[in-house]
């Protein structure tokens, strides 16, 4: 099926596509925050920025989006039907990235956890409530 937008229009509409500061990860923020953390943001001197960092606790986290970043077994992470081997290799980059991110963040001595979209969407205050207690020796 051909795109029912021009190029330009497309290229506007990706454009608008946020990498920070997304529904998911504000409303993360809200319930750690409620749960009593106190942490920082997009911390540019750590590979591949984490969404919210958690000094304290020497913990990195990321909110994933499952369509970008290939959540395994989402029905989220769909493949665009034109121009496959485009998102294919799109797709297999970031996925890449993020293996790379962890790996270094793990050598750097953080803790890290990805949460993923669909679960903040689902379930937002359980998967919350979860990683506290993952986080807090709890879990």
Not at 66 to 75: A, S
Not at 85 to 91: A, L, S, V
């Amino acid at each position: 099926m051909a795109d029912k937008l021009t190029r330009v229009r497309r290229s506007w509409n990706m454009s608008r596509i946020k990498g920070r500061d997304t529904r998911p990860e504000l409303r993360l923020r809200s319930l750690l925050h409620r749960a009593g953390f106190r942490f920082r943001l997009h911390a540019k001197q750590l590979p591949g920025r984490p969404d919210v960092l958690l000094p304290k606790y020497r913990t990195a986290i990321f909110v994933h989006g499952c369509f970008w970043h290939r959540h395994p077994g989402c029905l989220n992470a769909t493949t665009p039907s034109t121009r496959r081997k485009f998102w294919q290799d799109k797709f297999d980059g970031n996925v890449r990235r993020d293996q790379r991110n962890l790996a270094a963040l793990k050598a750097a001595g953080w803790t890290v956890y990805t949460i993923w979209e669909c679960d903040l969407e689902r379930d937002a205050e359980g998967a919350v409530r979860r990683l506290t207690n993952e986080i807090r020796g709890e879990g």
